[in-house]
Structures are given as structure tokens and as C-alpha cells.
């Protein structure tokens, strides 16, 4: 069953996965490789610019930091604008894809919030609602992205009151690719939406088992022909407009893979912290 599937529009449509993770340098060649054939099927192949990855670094990330300082990253060769310093253009084989930084904060409860495009750097550790405050203050684009088993108990409680009293247009709620397919939308996000809230979906690949080939296959359309020279404004501009719906595309996953995924992700944070106890 295809939970988000491409509605039938007229003029340019430029793919955007708004949840991604590159984890490692030695993944970039690989991911932009798989977002490439992905936004293919989804965008329009002939497009000067293929589509758009919003990142979403975690505070241990610093990948887009040192692509900005390397002219290529294997076959993709990485170009720097000079008017947008949170996008970097990586282009190969006649493709382009815009990459542009953003921050995933982790607050109190286990809850997150995404600072899409933006280099700012921010504390992990407040308060969901000090958190926003910061992001909006300085101009990021503020999501809270639903993932499997934080929008539970007291921490659900907090989203659900959340999206009970802000105003919709200060506010995205992030879909993600990473969910069930056939559990269908999670119930917090239908109440978002019915609120007025629009959803970004992303894929948000985990950093393992190949979960990096998910990038690009997950997000929405915008009906935008971004500013070759700053793409990340012409999509926020886009997304400044409370009449833009943003459109969603792709499948997420099957049972296999989620069951997959989430197995590992235990296996992957306990090694983690393991290694964080040995060297402290």
C-alpha cells in the first residue's frame, strides 16, 4: 500500500527529502549516488537541479562543514555559494543536487527538533518549547519530527498540547520515511495535520545496512524553479507561503525492513555508548 503517492500537477516540481543524515564523510559519494537515481523517478530528470537535501546534523555531525572545505567527494564535484553558506551544489554526470545544512537538537524527553537550513550550531538538552524559540530567532526553518516510540507518554502529551496552541505557520511537523507502512500516518501527526500543521517528510537513513540507498526516496514536491544561486531561500521562500501544501512522495517501510532497522539501532547505540564509556 502507498501511504504518499505523486498527485498529477502542471509546471516544475523539484523533489526534496527533508530528513537527512550523511553520518560520515565516506558515505557522501554513496548517498548522493542513491539520492540521484531516486529524485529521478520522482522529479523531472532533465531539470537543472535534480532536487534538494535538507540535513539535519546531529551534534556530533560536522560532515557538511568538511565537504564545504573539499572540492569533490568521488565522482560528485562540490561547489560552495557564495551567497548561501548553509548549500553546498555537488554535481556529476550532468546532475546537480542542492545539499543544505541543518541541525537535529535533541531536547528533554527524548524529543527532537530540526533547524533546517542553517550552520548554527545549538545545546542540546532544553526544554522542546526554549528550543523552538531559539531556531525561529534566528530564522531556521523549526520542525519536530515524529519517530518511532518518542511521541509516547509524557513526551507525546507535549507534542500533542504543542500543536494544540502554536500557530501553524510558525511550525512543520516532519513526517518520516523510517515508520511502518502499514501502520499508516502516526495518530500525532494526523492531529497536526487536521490543525492546520504541514508535514515535511524525510527519509532519515540510519548509518548502517546500507540505509543510505532510502535517501531521496521520501519527501515531498515543491512547485518552485529554485535561484541557481540560492536555491535553499528560493524553497523557504516557497515554503513561507501558508498556501503551499507540500506535496508527498514514496513509500515508507515494509515490515522486514523496519523490523530490520530497528534492531540494529539498538545494537548500533549500545556500541556507541560502550565506546563512549571506554574513553571517558
Known sequence: ???????????????????????????????LDAAAKNFA??????????????????????????????????????????????????????RQIAIICGRQIRCELGLEVLALGTTTCY???????DTLDRVRADGALAVVPWAFGKWTGRAGALVRDLFGTSMPDSLFAGDNGGRLRI????????????????????SDPFPFGADY???????????????????????????ADTGFIPEPYGR???????????????????GVRHQRHRYM
Open 41 to 94: 523517478r520522482f522529479g523531472a530528470p532533465t531539470a537543472p537541479l535534480l532536487g534538494a537535501l535538507l540535513l539535519a546534523q546531529g551534534s556530533r555531525e560536522h560532515v557538511f562543514e568538511q565537504l564545504a572545505e573539499t572540492a569533490s567527494c568521488g565522482t560528485w564535484r562540490l561547489l560552495s555559494l557564495p551567497l548561501e553558506p548553509q548549500t553546498i551544489v555537488a554535481s556529476s554526470r550532468g
Open 252 to 270: 515508507a517501510l515494509t515490515p522486514f525492513r523496519f523490523f530490520f532497522n530497528q534492531t540494529w539501532v539498538q545494537l548500533y547505540n549500545r
Open 183 to 202: 501502520w499508516g500516518m502516526p495518530k500525532l501527526l494526523q492531529v497536526a495535520s487536521r490543525a492546520g500543521f504541514r508535514l515535511l517528510p524525510g
Open 123 to 129: 545545546p542540546d538538552g532544553s526544554a522542546l518549547e
Open 1 to 31: 500500500m502507498i501511504d504518499s503517492v505523486i498527485q498529477s500537477h502542471e509546471g516544475p516540481r523539484l523533489p526534496v527529502d527533508a530528513h537527512v543524515h550523511f553520518h560520515r564523510e565516506q558515505l557522501v559519494e554513496s548517498t
Open 213 to 239: 540507498r532510502r535517501v531521496g526516496a521520501f519527501g515531498f514536491r515543491a512547485p518552485i524553479t529554485p535561484d541557481p544561486s540560492m536555491p535553499w531561500q528560493s524553497l523557504r521562500d516557497g515554503l
